[in-house]
């Protein structure tokens, strides 16, 4: 995290609306690509567990 948003977080109160705004800004774009990681991440464990169950069922009926 950059020295300016760490100050921006912790003081907060004493900063111009200027500061604020970059904060808000920067936090923000982070929140964003956090959030589509996590979607992205989300969907690639899905397919992951489908495609262990797949091979996992097959290899099952094979071995009774």
Same mark, same amino acid.
């Given at each position: 995290m950059e020295d300016k948003l760490k100050r921006v977080i912790t003081d907060?109160? /004493?900063?111009? %609306?200027k500061d604020l705004e970059f904060g808000l800004e920067k936090i923000s774009e982070d929140f964003? /690509?956090?959030?589509?990681?996590?979607?992205?991440? /989300?969907?690639?464990?899905?397919s992951l567990e489908e495609n262990y %169950?797949?091979?996992l069922s097959e290899y099952k009926s094979r071995n009774k």
């Open positions: 907060y109160k /004493s900063l111009p %609306n964003d /690509s956090t959030k589509e990681l996590l979607i992205k991440l /989300s969907l690639h464990l899905d %169950n797949k091979i």
